[in-house]
Antibody, heavy 123, light 110 residues
């Protein structure tokens, strides 16, 4: 069964850091781009970041560029999101998603999603 | 603020047809494939449409997608109560070098 399981969410103070992980199973992890998507309470979906299957190319939304870093360990079938300089507006449920293509720009979309992990930035 | 614009809500009676529009620009919809997602209350999103008009395996053929120029549409025919959800269009944006979601549309079955 194809599955994504996020972890690492929690409560953090403004300016703090957090690292999210997403453990993948049931598919050849390195063959697919992966993405992080977030949803603030009561709001719509916001794409955060993506990484190619090899890890050689990364992409970021302007809202997180310079603060967040996406990475992957294909030997561990795990995706990461390092979040630094966190702000109140980063409070959201963070989903990891599998892109059905090697690069995120392919039109296949995100066909597998995790259940999400909640990040709350508050003092 | 999203670069893809959708109506906030649409509603229709059971067994009827609804259409959700998604307006973009030449840097996203006009030059890249459109995807559509369904998000049921409290759940993770689900891919409904890829490459403008293709259905993933297991998605009901009551859903259909289309695209013309810089706009796209999702149609739901034979509306059912289980279709009550939020729907999002999305596409890669060449200018932003990133993926963008639409503003989202809440579908209500009357």
């Amino acid at each position: 069964e194809v599955q994504l399981l996020e972890s690492g969410g929690g409560l953090v103070q403004p300016g703090g850091s957090l690292r999210l992980s997403c453990a993948a199973s049931g598919f050849t992890f390195s063959s697919y781009a992966m993405s992080w998507v977030r949803q603030a309470p009561g709001k719509g979906l916001e794409w955060v970041s993506a990484i190619s299957g090899s890890g050689g190319s990364t992409y970021y939304a302007d809202s997180v560029k310079g603060r967040f870093t996406i990475s992957r360990d294909n030997s561990k079938n795990t995706l990461y999101l390092q979040m630094n300089s966190l702000r109140a507006e980063d409070t959201a449920v963070y989903y990891c998603a599998k892109n059905d293509g090697v690069v995120p720009a392919a039109g296949y979309g995100m066909d597998v999603w995790g259940q999400g992990t909640t990040v709350t930035v508050s003092s | 603020q999203s670069v893809l614009t959708q109506p906030p809500s649409v509603s229709e009676a059971p067994r009827q047809r609804v259409t959700i529009s998604c307006s973009g620009s030449s840097s996203n919809i006009g030059n890249n494939a459109v995807n559509w997602y369904q998000q049921l209350p409290g759940k993770a999103p689900k891919l409904l449409i890829y490459y403008d008009d293709l259905l993933p395996s297991g998605v009901s053929d009551r859903f259909s997608g289309s695209k013309s120029g810089t706009s796209a549409s999702l149609a739901i025919s034979g509306l059912q109560s289980e279709d009550e959800a939020d729907y999002y269009c999305a596409a890669w944006d060449d200018s932003l070098n990133g993926y963008v979601f639409g503003t989202g549309t809440k579908v209500t079955v009357l």
